[in-house]
């Protein structure tokens, strides 16, 4: 069950990113991009903390700049629900 909570909170934490962006006048390109960013820096620097966290690192490193682009849109998509 703490997978689940660390996943949850994970989502929830990048969903208030995800919501202060929109409320702030972002449009959903720059959220996008935005994300790519964040998605990099975390494939790059944190060590996955989760079996999720794992997959979503595993996608990123095989991904290229379209698919990064695609992932970043899905995991916003996610964060939003």
Do not use: Y
């Not at 997978?3 to 996008?32: H, R």
């Amino acid at each position: 069950m703490a997978i689940l909570k660390d996943w949850t909170e994970w989502k929830n934490t990048l969903g208030n990113a995800v919501e202060l962006g929109e409320n702030v006048g972002m449009s959903d390109d720059t959220i996008t991009n935005v994300a790519e960013k964040v998605g990099t820096f975390l494939a790059n620097n944190v060590d996955p903390r989760n079996p999720e966290e794992r997959l979503l690192k595993e996608m990123w490193d095989v991904s290229d700049i379209n698919d990064k682009n695609v992932l970043a849109k899905l995991i916003v998509r996610i964060t939003s629900k």
